[in-house]
């Protein structure tokens, strides 16, 4: 349950870059498919992959404008072909999460009881019925026990355990959750998550103490893969030379 030492990681890159990094490996080897991210990082991540090892991605903002490269609106995407992709597999999304379980249950909806909530989120959205007919994964800008949760207060989007129970695995896969912390899969018992990576700078120990449940830990944890000096150049000076990642990401 130990890392490599932290002074072999290059100092030179940011707690943000190697969260882009992570974000960005989720669509590798995906082909064409729709990519929508939500959040910054996700978005930088997604641009990214596309300009290196996922040419074939389809950019969007999230909702229902294509994107190019430089994150400008390129055309439209009507309502009715969105819903097509959508169910037939073809999108592979980065949402956000309030709360997250060890199963990949997610809430975005509410804190606290259904019946009285103590705050009021988005809703459910389209939570669900993206979990069930395509690829899912989340960003968390901030791990914290508040967030990785033993049980979220409210299903919006449904986990592994979930998804078995109700007989609705076909098109279900949450490829991995990363955080500010580390980067996440669901290959533990049960479908349940396991720790995959940290980023250089943070311990096993420091996520463990900042998660609300105990995830899988197998062997020796590696760290989030370096950039090469190609994809750092991209991030810096192509596709956020503004750096607004590091308004995210802050450590």
């Known amino acids: 349950m130990t890392t490599t030492d932290t002074t ?8 943000a ?20 991210p939500m959040g910054l990082i996700p978005s930088f991540g997604a641009r990214l992959a596309k300009r290196t090892f996922s ?8 909702e229902a404008t294509l994107v190019g490269l430089d994150g ?36 975005i909806s509410c804190i606290g009881d259904w019946e009285r909530p103590a705050r009021q989120l988005l809703g459910v959205r389209g939570a669900p019925v993206n979990t ?16 990785f949760v033993e049980r979220v207060d409210m299903v919006s989007g449904v986990g592994y355990d979930r998804a078995e129970a109700a007989g609705v695995t076909r098109f279900h896969r ?4 990363v955080s500010d912390l580390g980067v996440f899969d669901f290959t533990g018992p049960g479908h349940s998550m396991r720790l995959a990576s940290v980023h250089p700078g943070v311990t096993v120990e420091d996520v463990l103490a900042a998660t609300g449940f105990e995830p899988a830990v197998t062997g020796e944890v590696p ?15 192509v596709i956020d030379p503004e750096g607004l990642r590091e308004s995210e990401v802050r450590v």
């Open 8 to 15: 072999t990681a290059p100092r030179t890159v940011s707690r």
């Open 17 to 36: 870059e190697y969260c882009v990094i992570a974000c960005a490996e989720a669509w590798r080897d995906n082909g064409e498919v729709l990519a929508s």
């Open 55 to 62: 040419p074939d991605l389809l950019l969007t903002d999230g």
């Open 72 to 107: 400008t609106a390129e055309g439209w995407l009507p309502y009715r072909r969105h819903l097509t992709m959508v169910t037939g597999g073809r999108r592979h999304v980065m949402m956000g999460a309030s709360q997250i379980d060890r199963f990949g249950n997610q809430n």
């Open 132 to 147: 069930l007919n395509n690829p899912v994964s989340y960003w968390v800008p901030k791990h914290s026990k508040r967030v």
């Open 174 to 177: 949450l490829p991995r959750v």
């Open 223 to 237: 760290f989030t893969r370096e950039p090469t000096a190609e994809e750092l150049r991209l991030i810096r000076e």
